[in-house]
């Protein structure tokens, strides 16, 4: 039984990651981006929860006020287009990246 569950366990994990490749880095392609944001969001929103909520109130209805970035990033590029995932996917796909990349994991 034990066995049985992690293997859900891991094969749910195991699809999750390819939806985080396919809807996040897609678009995103290498991992470096992901960690200077997620150092931008850590260093504003300091916990999990303020971090987690900052990234999905941005990327519902991205804004310059709500961006992380440097302005001189957004001002060049301009805010990211607004998701289309659904709330519920898009809570996976956050709480994907910030296991894969916060930074207060890998002090420890």
């Keep these: 039984m034990v066995k049985i569950t992690l293997f859900i366990v891991l094969l749910s994990s195991f699809l999750n990651a390819s939806s985080f490749e396919e809807n996040c880095l897609s678009c995103h392609g290498n991992d470096f981006k992901f960690n200077m944001m997620m150092k931008k969001y850590t260093q504003k929103y300091s916990s999990e929860k303020r971090i987690k909520e900052a990234i999905f109130n941005y ?36 709480d994907i990246y910030y296991d894969k990349f916060n930074i207060q994991s890998k002090i420890y």
């Design 59 to 94: 990327l519902k209805e991205p804004t310059v006020e709500k961006s992380v970035l440097p302005y001189e990033y957004i001002n060049r590029f301009g805010p990211k287009e607004k998701t289309t995932l659904d709330d519920k996917t898009l809570r996976e796909m956050i």
